[in-house]
Nanobody, 126 residues
Framework: QVQLVESGGGWVQPGGSLTLNCGTS????????VGWFRQAPGKEREVISIISAVGLTADYVPSVSGRFIIYKDSANKMVSLEMNRLKPEDTGVYFC???????????????????WGQGTQVTVSS
């Protein structure tokens, strides 16, 4: 089973931007749908965005829609989350998650995600 490693977290002022990256220990993310999740202090982990294995389809929760963009690199070895116009309520630990779904454009159920990175802290404050 592959391992995931997140990077790119840190502190940013409200209105600023950060880009998170998720790399795989495997050769590529071929066949894997990948998502970004976050856990705010005292709250359950929640899904933010998921991109399909082939990368043509992505979805976003309304709270980040229009501000965040999920994408894969050209080699399909890294999945990034570009976060713009960040708000204090975006603060939390961000996790990369993945599930093997085969090379298709389907967005799997959140419950199927079974591979997780260690998380990276994002703090949005002035």
């Amino acid at each position: 089973q592959v391992q995931l490693v997140e990077s790119g977290g840190g502190w940013v002022q409200p209105g600023g931007s950060l880009t998170l990256n998720c790399g795989t220990s495997g050769p590529t993310f071929d066949g894997y749908a990948v998502g970004w999740f976050r856990q705010a202090p005292g709250k359950e982990r929640e899904v933010i965005s998921i991109i399909s294995a082939v990368g043509l389809t992505a979805d976003y929760v309304p709270s980040v829609s229009g501000r965040f963009i999920i994408y894969k690199d050209s080699a399909n070895k890294m999945v990034s989350l570009e976060m713009n116009r960040l708000k204090p309520e975006d603060t939390g630990v961000y996790f990369c998650g993945a599930t093997f779904a085969g090379m298709n454009d389907h967005i799997p159920e959140v419950a199927s995600f079974n591979i997780w990175g260690q998380g990276t802290q994002v703090t949005v404050s002035s």
